[in-house]
């Protein structure tokens, strides 16, 4: 492969030269091309370039980019641990009286964060964590850039590994803690459900007994361990929860109720686009399989003639990829009319769950280039409505 896909590869998976190590034996006569998205030169990027054609003197372009990204880590670690010593010296010095209201979860992290900064900014100077950058870079670089005056913070909080939560937990100390949901995502890298489990927790282990903790109901059972001491409580909805919030803050119910009934949208996130020929239902940010039910019932509840879903199904499920793609797919074979399959990746789980439909209804695409001719020849105009769930990098095409 050449240096500067190798490099775009080591991009798209972070970085982390495990990960990028296990693409190149699995995938061994594969090459990533830039087609969906082009290697972005950060400063980063050009010395891991640099790196690997020194290397790549005395090895081959794929042990290259191996050896690129492990010489570079010292620098990287050490770098990194500036930029969050920075941020957790801010902190403490010019925003003593913050209030941190952190959010974790396998899914609705986004839409929670979003949610909660509507309801406080009527009330409060309120900041929020930039877009989807929710590790501990991102929400250091967002600390370095608050407002003095800044009141709440709301910070979306992920995690790739365990103590993820922990370290954001101990950089903000969160007056407040939400787990939205908790499932299979990043299993793949997780190994297990439990690990997803006790690393999504860390953001209640981390409260301090005068701190609130919020959890679905549904997760009551994993709370064995947790200190009873600490202000823990239960919602079945998370309206429950903004309300719940809304009061410990003096927000009105009126004003938090008016959030709820209008919810922010967020892009590629179930964003409903009516263009006036097709209804566009867009999920195409991620997915998950709690996500990808909703986002059919979302298309059936179109009521249209025609209804196409386009998927490559969903990645990072570990052990649990093939059974959680199928099953997606049967559920939403009875949702839609259409389905058109994008790539191999999860191609054989996928036509088995959509087996209901004819074999004339379902299609297969390389990519979503390929997509266009397709919904030409069985788009109704005015009748027809189109769900894209999920796109995935070019890593896995």
Not at 97 to 125: A, P, Q, R, V
Not at 195 to 208: C, G, H, P, R
Not at 243 to 261: A, R, T, W, Y
Request: net charge positive; aromatic share 10%.
């Amino acid at each position: 492969m050449k240096i500067r896909n190798l490099v775009y590869l080591a991009q798209i998976e972070e970085y982390d030269s495990q990960r990028v190590f296990n693409w190149l034996k699995n995938n061994p006569k594969k090459e990533v091309i830039e087609i969906k998205k082009k290697l972005v030169l950060t400063p980063k990027t050009i010395v891991i370039f640099f790196l690997t054609h020194i290397f790549s003197l005395l090895f081959i372009p794929e042990k290259s980019i191996y050896f690129a990204l492990k010489s570079f880590y010292p620098i990287d670690y050490l770098l990194k641990f500036i930029l969050v010593f920075l941020a957790k010296l801010k902190i403490r010095i010019f925003h003593p009286k913050l209030i941190t209201i952190g959010i974790t979860g396998s899914w609705g992290k986004t839409t929670t964060k979003e949610t909660l900064w509507n309801i406080f900014n009527h009330k409060y100077i309120t900041e929020k964590t930039f877009d989807n950058q929710n590790t501990l870079i991102g929400v250091s670089l967002k600390i370095l850039k608050l407002p003095i005056n800044t009141q709440i913070f709301v910070c979306e909080m992920g995690a790739y590994q365990a103590g993820d939560i922990k370290k954001l937990c101990q950089l903000t100390k969160p007056k407040v803690s939400i787990i939205t949901a908790i499932g299979p995502m990043h299993l793949e890298r997780f190994g297990t459900i439990q690990n997803i489990i006790k690393t999504k927790f860390e953001i209640i282990d981390t409260l301090s007994n005068d701190s609130y903790g919020f959890i679905p109901r549904l997760l009551k059972k994993d709370l064995k361990h947790q200190n009873l001491s600490k202000k823990i409580f239960y919602f079945d909805t998370i309206s429950d929860t903004y309300l719940k919030i809304g009061k410990i803050f003096n927000v009105s119910s009126s004003i938090v109720n008016k959030m709820i009934e209008n919810p922010p949208i967020i892009k590629h996130r179930h964003q409903v686009i009516d263009n006036g020929i097709i209804k566009l239902i867009d999920n195409s940010y991620n997915s998950n399989p709690a996500s990808f039910r909703k986002s059919a019932d979302i298309l059936y509840e179109q009521k249209t003639k025609v209804r196409i879903i386009i998927t490559p199904g969903m990645v990072e499920l570990g052990h649990l990829a093939s059974k959680e793609n199928y099953q997606a797919a049967l559920y939403a074979s009875k949702k839609c009319t259409h389905a058109i399959i994008v790539g191999k990746t999860n191609k054989k789980a996928l036509t088995k769950g959509f087996h209901k439909l004819a074999k004339n209804k379902i299609f297969f695409v390389k990519s979503f280039k390929e997509v266009d001719e397709i919904l030409q020849e069985i788009i109704i105009p005015n009748n027809t409505s189109v769900l894209i769930e999920n796109d995935l990098p070019d890593n896995y095409f």
